[in-house]
């Protein structure tokens, strides 16, 4: 019988040491595991930290582009005679090559070459007004003809007072060639008579027949089209150049030999003979190593 016991008992030791073992074992690899997923994360936590030091979670920003033109809102408060069409985009204007201008006057079409590269702001607003149709229909309300105003025709105000246009302004983009002298005698008389001893000496621009001008500091829609050589002070009539007349000038020389009128101001500049743009568009011109210069020369002001 104690046999029997003994060995029972040893079987018994026998077992619980295989669950000991076994436990042991268990323990062991649970270690293992706990300390392998520790380093995996400790992996993950330093290499988040580095990349949230590196700027990985930063919000992306998109940049904004910069301003291609800067539109100056006007009120039609301020004015009643403005006319809200909205504004052309600041950016996305083309800014090579040229673009084509088509004025259908009563007398005729007059086809300009806008400057996109050198006045892109200006023939971005008259394409822009131009899809709005605002040059439609609206009437040539101002020729002038003398040596001191030039000789030009201005178009592109819806009410053909002068004091309309859309609610934006925009700057001066491309200045004309300066002249050496002023545009007579008469004129350099008087203009030096009117100096005061400090007072700065004139400066003038010329303007060959056929360039198309904006004053856009005034309005964003008005445009003049000059049908004769003009030398004018800067100082008084100081415009940005858009383009140049390549056809249809003729149409210009008619509406000047009918002559003109006084307007409601007593000024004698109303076109005698009713002008009316009937349609105005613009479309894209020759590509840039094709297109014509639209910069007038300033050797032409010796002659």
């Known amino acids: ?38 380093v995996v994360l400790a992996l993950a936590v330093a290499g988040l930290g580095t990349a949230w030091l590196l700027g990985a979670f930063d919000k992306k920003v998109t ?13 039609t408060e301020a004015n009643a005679d403005l006319k809200d069409v909205g504004q052309p985009p600041v950016t996305g204007l083309p800014d090579t090559g040229t673009g084509v201008m088509a004025v259908t006057l009563s007398t005729g079409t007059v086809k300009i070459s806008l400057d996109r590269a050198g006045s892109p702001c200006a023939a971005g607003s008259l394409a822009y007004l131009a899809t709005k149709s605002y040059f439609d229909n609206t009437p040539c309300f ?22 309309g246009g859309p609610t934006y302004t925009f700057y001066n983009e491309q200045v004309a060639p300066q002249a050496s002298t002023a545009p007579s005698a008469a004129a350099s008389a008087s203009a030096s008579a009117a100096a005061t001893p400090s007072a700065a000496p004139a400066t003038y ?37 858009v383009g140049q007349v390549s ?37 894209d011109g020759p590509s840039p190593s094709a297109a014509p210069s639209t910069q007038p020369s300033a050797t032409a002001s010796a002659s």
Not at 63 to 75: D, R, V
Not at 209 to 235: E, H, R, W
Not at 254 to 267: C, E, L, R
């Open 142 to 163: 101002s020729l002038t003809h003398s040596a001191a105003d030039g000789y030009a025709l201005t178009c592109g105000d819806h009410t053909g007072k002068g004091t």
């Open 63 to 75: 940049p904004t582009p910069q301003a291609q033109c800067a539109w100056t809102t006007q009120s």
């Open 247 to 283: 056809s249809g000038l003729e149409a210009i020389d008619t509406i000047a030999k009918a002559g003109t009128v006084n307007n409601d101001a007593g000024a004698d500049v109303k076109p005698k003979n009713a002008v009316t743009v009937q349609t105005l568009t613009v479309a």
């Open 205 to 241: 621009a010329f303007y060959k027949a056929g360039t198309v001008v904006m004053n856009p500091s005034v309005s964003g829609s008005q445009f003049m089209i000059f049908y004769k050589d003009s030398t004018l002070d800067t100082s008084t009539h100081n415009y940005s150049v």
């Open 1 to 38: 019988m104690a046999s029997s016991r003994t060995r029972a008992r040893k079987l018994a030791r026998a077992k619980l040491n295989r669950q000991m073992t076994r436990r042991a074992d268990q323990q062991r690899r649970g270690r293992q595991v706990k300390a392998g997923l520790a």
